[in-house]
């Protein structure tokens, strides 16, 4: 696993501790991988959107 900086843990912490998602663009890559009746299933989403102040 890549060792991340220390910038980035302050950023992602101050990131989880708001309330909501700051002003910005967002990009989020997704996948989930289940079964039903025996059959397997893998979905991989692409969700984009823009946070307005």
Request: hydrophobic residues 40%; charged residues 25%.
């Amino acid at each position: 696993m890549e060792q991340k900086s220390g910038a980035y843990d302050q950023f992602f912490q101050d990131f989880m501790d708001r309330d909501a998602f700051p002003a910005g663009y967002y990009v989020v890559n997704g996948t989930a991988q289940f079964s039903v009746d025996g059959e397997h299933y893998n979905i991989e989403a692409k969700i984009d959107f823009k946070v307005l102040k």
